[in-house]
């Protein structure tokens, strides 16, 4: 499956982006998905993650409140609504699939076994 991510840029601390990640090559409404994002200096971690059909939903702690995950299987696409941007929020932001169907991989990288290319989200102070 190929994975196209989109929708970063530059944003003022408070402000708004929609992240949305494309899905091509297989059953899209079979596989949870997550977002992730890798700061400056640091680890790639866990953001959100949304099972198959929508109804199942986590967030990291640090971004809970702020970010929804949500997905659109008709269109083969899930996003991430950003809202309260903070500076710390500075990252590159990947999504990913599930390497199995029907399967909740929720924050556990290995599990995901493809990743788009990933869409840099800066936040002003």
């Known amino acids: 499956v190929q994975l196209q991510a989109y929708g970063g840029g530059l944003v003022q601390a408070g402000g708004s982006l929609r992240l949305s990640c494309a899905a091509s090559?297989?059953?899209?409404?079979?596989?949870?998905m997550g977002w992730f994002r890798r700061a400056p200096g640091k680890e790639r971690e866990f953001v959100a993650a949304?099972?198959?059909?929508?109804?199942?939903?986590y967030y990291a702690d640090s971004v809970k409140g702020r970010f929804t995950i949500s997905r659109d299987n008709a269109k083969n696409t899930v996003y991430l609504q950003m809202n309260s941007l903070k500076p710390e929020d500075t990252a590159v932001y990947f999504c990913?699939?599930?390497?199995?169907?029907?399967?909740?991989?929720?924050?556990?990288?290995?599990?995901?076994?493809?990743w788009g290319q990933g869409t840099q989200v800066t936040v002003s102070s």
């Open positions: 990913a699939s599930c390497g199995t169907s029907y399967v909740l991989c929720k924050l556990d990288q290995t599990r995901y076994a493809n």
């Open positions: 090559g297989r059953t899209f409404s079979s596989y949870s």
């Open positions: 949304i099972g198959w059909s929508g109804f199942s939903i």
